[in-house]
């Protein structure tokens, strides 16, 4: 029999519907499991993603594309095999993608994250036959605190930078960390001073009718009372830029699952590294292999070799898959 | 340990020397006066003795944790740090008990040194479940050593300056030396020499920058002092009360390790230290070994009579910081020097030497000179001001070190391994290989020498292009072309290649480069005769 899902040179492909998930060469009819730019690519005919990823996709690849949205947990039939999504709670709109032919299920589920962050919809572990997982976070060495206890720390920073003259800059990725961000952390009462990249995000995400607080676009016009009472958010790449220099003096937080360990804080010259991640940590990836009950699984992106192996060894067949996603986002920070 | 695992935190989380300052000297001004001197000690590169080592603490992890081995080593490679990497994998703490300070952990820790090892494995488990992580990761390093978290010595000196109210080149001289954090207080430390007298005390270090500006810029020729830069061990000779001492630049006490030079004990009189370098030295040549004959020697904990005659050493002297008692730093090097000329002269032993000034009368005729350094075994030309006090630590304007350029080869890349520290879970580490026909030839391992963004750019090529895996080590498509810059080069029966270079690293990356121009193991062979 053939299988559900193959691996190719243009993504993960299904033969017996003819579509791609997440494909990294353009192809015909494109299945999306979310909106970062290494799952979501420029150039496909047809796009097929979750209601909440369709005005992320159009603010990414274009208002132009050709794309439908379907519900959660509401089934889409192509060319006679059922597709669904289902929360992967990386970000808003993120998927798992469930493709069932003829009784045998595979779950492609792209990014994933087990904690709610109350923005990127509740994860569910989706009962399957073959599961494919990601393992950006991969080793036992990360698992993260609750993020209670993470935006109490955060909070708490803000206050000791106020007390010691700085303003606070906390760096995250403008599509998902961001928001994710700004959203648990709207109590403290703190003007949110935005980076043009999260701008943009963000005004798609409220116009798309998304419960977000108000931000503020930085411009060489903000005067400088504003950084007062504000917490800035820009997105990792403005880390030692001149951009930042405005701010002086100010504090930098770096929020990632890579400061989990101190020495890539002191690389980025962070005066605070926040372990808060949209990924989901060690315990959250064998948890989910688990749940899914899943006779077979595929491990992709991250330390795949590492969970591969160690689900082999604990009595889960599974293999390691080399894709091309993993190059944005976290991946990188 | 609460409080000294914040002093970490703090320290680490700072990007600023003065920030660093204010957290150490206000540590230093309200923590427990019993730990301060272990604080001290552990700043100070003094580590506790090592009642467990790092493979017993790796064992006891895996068992708490119940990970494989090889799953261990994973994390570990990744993180690139053995204490933080078992900090980060203990489960959280279950026993609930009094916080303990830092000098209770390492006294209850010191005393386990002959006990079996089942009761140390049970101290130290103990001790995890009742810490946070980040305590967790502080007494894993009190444990394994190598507190690297930089904090400078000078800024530990100011730090206690600041805090006690003295001179800092009072404080220099006070801390360094034989002490015992467990018997003595800062205070005592700290107070008059007199009252607590250590023979084997050496003066800190005048140490040099590298020459900034053009000679031509320092003045008159004949205001400054000239000599060759040898490349071996700095290090002081001290004798005092009937006892000779040597100390290396490490602030480490070395004296068993040279027999040659601790014989010149009767010929020194009391109240002398000398500061100079320690050689291989070939005495009918009258010329330093290469450094590697040192190299073999230092390692070994017994010297063997073979080593003594194969790599004798002697020691060039530079400088003299103490006579008949007397503290001459603030005399000018003229002075001092005059002094030291006559005292090796009077000690007539081969072991003792000067270390010769270079006659030269005009900037251009010490750069033709400076250019033959390698005939004569040394490495560059050291510039001293004749009127310069002898001072403490690395100071910029009266000494210069002039060093001749490095050698250099082109070279490309075969292996990439992970690094440390703030490199961690970056490939960092990488070998590199000449031409030998259609082989390539691993030669040398470097480390450093590119930026931030070329390391990335590296990392980035090699995550996509590794060929195999070796444990921690990729195998990588011989395509990537660096110039390595190295100081000496050596014959080697311990290298694959017959060749071991001194302190390679990379000068800077040839994208301009391919693979079939880099150099051959034939280029190094010529370099290695004509330099040996």
């Known amino acids: 029999m053939q299988p559900v899902l193959t691996f190719t040179d243009s993504g993960i492909y299904c033969p017996a519907g003819d579509f791609y998930i997440d494909p990294w060469k353009p192809v015909e009819r494109a299945v999306i499991t979310h909106a970062h730019a290494d799952h979501a690519r420029l150039g496909n005919q047809k796009y097929l993603c979750s209601k909440d990823s369709v005005p992320l996709l159009q603010l990414r690849l274009g208002q132009d594309i050709a794309v439908q949205g379907a519900g959660w947990g509401e089934t889409v039939q192509i060319n006679g095999v059922t597709i669904s999504f289902h929360p992967a709670g990386h970000m808003i709109g993120s998927a798992q993608v469930k493709v069932t032919v003829g009784g045998q299920s595979w779950v492609a589920s792209g990014d994933y994250k087990t904690e709610n962050d109350g923005l990127s919809g509740e994860f569910e572990p989706v009962r399957c036959h073959v599961f494919i997982t990601e393992s950006t976070f991969g080793l036992p060495i990360y698992h993260w605190r609750p993020q209670a206890a993470l935006f109490g720390d955060m909070e708490n920073w803000v206050k000791e930078n106020e007390a010691a003259g700085k303003n606070s800059i906390l760096l995250g990725y403008s599509l998902g960390k961001a928001q994710r961000l700004m959203y648990n952390l709207q109590h403290t009462g703190k003007r949110f001073l935005v980076h043009g990249a999260i701008y943009n995000a963000h005004e798609t995400l409220l116009k798309a009718g998304w419960n977000l607080p108000p931000v503020e676009l930085i411009t060489q016009e903000t005067p400088k009372e504003h950084f007062k009472n504000s917490i800035v958010i820009a997105p990792p790449s403005t880390a030692d830029s001149t951009w930042m220099r405005r701010f002086a003096p100010y504090s930098l937080g770096v929020c990632s699952g890579w400061m989990q360990v101190r020495g890539n804080a002191r690389r980025l010259n962070a005066d605070a590294g926040f372990a808060i991640s949209d990924h989901a940590d060690w315990k959250g990836l064998l948890g989910t292999v688990k749940e899914t009950g899943a006779e077979k699984v595929f491990v992709t992106h991250g330390f795949s070799s590492v969970l591969a192996r160690y689900l082999q060894e604990n009595g889960i067949p599974a293999e390691e898959i080399k894709t091309a996603y993993g190059t944005e986002e976290e991946t990188t920070v | ?532």
Request: proline content about 6%; glycine content about 6%; hydrophobic content about 40%.
């Open chain 2, 1 to 532: 340990m609460h409080h000294f695992s914040q002093l970490i935190s703090t320290l680490a989380g700072s990007t600023k020397t003065n920030e660093k300052l204010e957290a150490l000297s206000s540590y230093f001004a309200s923590a427990d006066e019993r730990d301060k001197p272990w604080v001290l000690a552990l700043f100070s590169g003094r580590r506790p003795k090592r009642v467990v080592n790092s493979t017993q603490l790796r064992q006891w992890c895996m068992e708490v944790t119940a990970l494989p081995e090889w799953l261990f080593s994973e994390c570990y490679h990744t993180v690139g740090d053995l204490a933080e990497t078992i900090a980060l994998l203990l489960p959280p703490p279950e026993t609930k008990a009094l916080p303990q300070p830092l000098h209770y952990w390492l006294d209850v820790l010191l005393r386990l040194e002959k006990a079996p090892e089942a009761e140390k494995a049970a101290f130290i488990r103990n001790a995890w479940d009742q810490m946070q992580p980040n305590e967790r990761f502080v007494f894993n390093k009190l444990i394994t050593g190598g507190f690297r978290i930089g904090v400078s010595q000078s800024t530990i000196v100011n730090a206690l300056s600041r805090t006690y109210q003295l001179e800092p080149a009072v404080v220099s001289h006070m801390i360094s030396g034989n002490w015992d954090p467990q018997q003595i207080t800062l205070p005592q430390l700290l107070s008059d020499a007199a009252s607590n007298p250590d023979d084997s005390k050496p003066y800190p270090f005048f140490l040099a920058y590298a020459l900034e500006n053009k000679t031509g810029e320092l003045g008159e020729p004949r205001e400054w002092q000239a000599e060759w830069k040898w490349d071996g061990i700095r290090g002081q000779i001290i004798r005092r009360n009937g006892q000779l001492f040597i100390w290396s630049r490490g602030e480490e006490l070395i004296t068993d390790k040279f027999p040659e030079l601790t014989a010149l004990l009767p010929f020194l009189p009391d109240g002398t230290a000398i500061d100079g370098e320690i050689l291989a030295y070939d005495q009918q040549q009258q010329r330093p070994l290469p450094f590697q004959s040192l190299q073999t020697r230092i390692g070994r904990k017994n010297l063997t009579k073979k080593q003594l005659q194969e790599a004798p050493v002697a020691f060039l002297s530079y400088d003299l910081m103490e006579w008949n008692g007397e503290d001459l730093r603030l005399r000018p090097l003229s002075e001092r020097r005059a002094i030291l000329e006559q005292l090796v002269e009077n000690v007539d032993q081969p072991a003792l030497r000067i270390s010769p000034p270079i006659a030269y009368a005009s900037w251009e005729e010490l750069a033709a000179i400076r250019e033959r350094s390698r005939d004569n075994g040394s490495e560059g030309v050291m510039l001293k001001k004749l009127s310069s006090a002898y001072q403490v630590g690395r100071r910029r304007g009266d000494w210069w070190k002039w060093k001749i350029d490095p050698f250099t080869v082109d070279a490309v890349m075969v292996y990439a391994q992970k690094g440390h520290g703030r490199r961690s879970n970056l490939y960092t580490d990488y070998t590199f290989a000449v031409r030998n026909g259609d082989q390539l030839v691993p030669f040398a391992k470097a480390y450093s020498g590119l930026t931030d963004k070329e390391i990335a750019e590296v990392d980035n090529w090699v995550k996509r292009n590794a060929v195999e895996k070796f444990g921690p080590v990729r195998t990588v498509k011989p395509e990537l072309v660096f110039e390595i810059a190295f100081e000496g080069i050596a014959a080697s029966n311990r290298h694959k290649s017959g060749i071991a270079l001194r302190f390679p690293r990379i000068h800077r990356w040839r994208k301009d480069k391919p693979v079939a121009e880099i150099n051959t193991l034939d280029d190094l062979k010529e370099l290695l005769r004509q330099h040996s």
